[in-house]
């Protein structure tokens, strides 16, 4: 597609359960980027895949929060035994090389409910 | 840590009006300012990246300034219309480290334009 695109756009789950959010960035992109907004609060950075160097994790909030790129490509988010407070708009974005002098192109997230 | 800062919080202004915000960052090691405007449903947009201290973008109605040294960044929107209703998120990264993609955002200004 044209953009960056994520799935699911909605999720509702029990506390206790593993969600796992999937991006897809735009094609040739080699930087990808996930953010999370909660209720209130400004866009929150997790994590940072740079091309072939390793991620910055430096943002993940717990050890329950994971996130892989396979193949350079499409990135999932995971959240295990999740809690109320993972809810939230987690959003993803990418740019088409890890430096900031680049704009980023965002999707349009995917809203998370913890019941 | 650090922070970036946006005033006001929120705007109301009438059709017509001209407008501008505020956009507060740390003036050590600045490396790019971003600004985005984000939609009620829809994904962030980016409007501008600016590196350079002195730098004037501009976009239509909508034009920003920067000033490195006293770290801020302003957004004006001359005669402001309905449809610019949405979050103004400004991002800020400095130089250093190895993650040279990695953006701090603001809480937003949230923008209200009454017909």
Redesign the interface.
Known sequence: GA??SQSPSNKVTEKGKDVELRCDPISGHT?L?W?RQSLG?????LI?F?GN?AP?K?GLPSDRFSAERTGGSVSTLTIQRTQQEDSAVY?C?S?L?????????????TRLSIL | ILNVEQSPQSLHVQEGDSTNFTCSFPSSNF??L?W?RWETA?????LF?M?LNGDEKKKGRISATLNTKEGYSYLYIKGSQPEDSATY?C?F?NAGG???????????TILTVHP
């Open positions: 953009g960056v930087a980027y953010y609060q400004g866009l929150e950075f940072y740079q160097s910055d430096s959003l974005a740019s090389v890890p430096n900031s002098n680049q704009p980023q192109h965002f999707g349009d997230g | 490396y790019a971003h985005y829809k994904s962030p947009e980016a990246v590196t998120l991002a990264s190895t993650s040279y993609g990695k953006l701090t955002f603001g809480q937003g």
